[in-house]
């Protein structure tokens, strides 16, 4: 069997939510959250990729309600194109909605963003589990 591991993440302008697929690239866990210091938050991340052995990465991709860009979109398409270029690692966007608001549903909200970003990772992982090979 192939491995093929991601990263997910849920980008936001002062926290950053991380989690990862298991080894098959079919569930994902909330690992951690990072306070979002830009380039120091992409070589945290590069390690982390390096670490857990990550293939891809997916980053929640932040719209509105009718589907367009809202205000931290267009920032979140740089950090993946930052993190990209220097982690050399492809980056897919996976379109969320208020994943931060179904986490909170969890019992406690201490760790949202990280569970933020494995409702992200997990809707990739179960779209492209679906799709014909």
Do not use: C
């Not at 991340?45 to 390096?50: D, F, G, N, Q, T």
């Not at 670490?51 to 398409?77: F, M, P, Q």
């Not at 492809?90 to 909605?97: G, H, I, L, M, Q």
């Amino acid at each position: 069997m192939i491995s093929m591991k991601y990263l997910g993440i849920d980008y936001g302008k002062k926290k950053i939510g991380l989690s990862v697929s298991d080894d098959s690239g079919k569930v994902a866990f909330p690992v951690l959250i990072l306070k979002n210091e830009k380039d120091e938050t992409i070589k945290k991340i590069v390690y982390i990729l390096e670490e857990r052995k990550i293939n891809e990465i997916v980053i929640g991709l932040s719209l509105n309600y009718k589907g367009a860009d809202n205000l931290i979109t267009k920032e979140a398409v740089d950090f993946a194109e930052k993190l990209e270029k220097v982690s050399g690692k492809k980056v897919n966007f996976e379109k969320e909605y208020l994943s931060t608001k179904e986490a909170n549903r969890t019992i406690d909200n201490k760790e949202d963003d990280a569970r933020a970003s494995a409702i992200i990772l997990q809707s990739f992982l179960d779209k492209k589990g679906s799709s014909p090979r």
